[in-house]
């Protein structure tokens, strides 16, 4: 029982301290550190070069044409890539629920045990018309989350955005972890 209490208790920790992103009127925002656009992904005991490699692999196994998606990168320093998400989210347009789906950049750079995770370039857009979605502004303009006072006009929007982008650092961060405890595991 002692073992459970300890396992439930570092589990909801681990939650509760774990950094995410947080759509905000003024972007997306480290949900900790709201003036920050960008979240740090921590890997003890990993060099600036392990991290590197190590993500490097990650973009190799993930997308099907890693070569295509890399438009830039430093070895040892960063990675920049392009990712797309179809439909996953939608929007209401007069009653009528929209498709919408994303292309974003995502930028990695690197510190010893550590990666700083950075959305660099974010078009949200409804398949259906091509409108934009974008995180504050007038309605007449496309499907803003927040309205011009800064009220919020799409929960459901705004939590599938920060559910997309939250996934993708965990699956990053679980990512590297897993390789280095498979390196000390011998």
Known sequence: MKKITTGFLLLTLNFIFCQSFEVTPEGLRDKAKIENNYIVIEAEGMDTNALYESSLK??????????????????????????YAGQFTTVKNGGIKLDVSTTYT?????????????????????????????????????????????????????????????????????????????????
């Open 106 to 186: 995502i930028e990695l750079r690197f510190k010893d045990s550590k990666t700083k995770f950075e959305i660099t370039d974010l078009n949200i857009t409804a398949d259906n018309g091509g409108r934009e979605v974008f995180f504050q502004g007038s309605k007449w303009k496309g499907y803003p989350i927040y309205d011009q006072k800064g009220e919020l006009r799409l929960p459901d929007t705004k939590a599938d955005i920060e559910e997309l982008f939250n996934s993708q650092v965990n699956i990053l961060k679980d990512y590297l972890l897993q390789l280095k405890s498979e390196k000390d595991d011998w």
């Open 58 to 83: 990650y973009i190799n196994e993930v997308y099907k044409n890693p070569s295509e998606v890399i438009k830039a990168q430093e070895p040892g320093e960063y990675i920049r890539f392009d990712t």
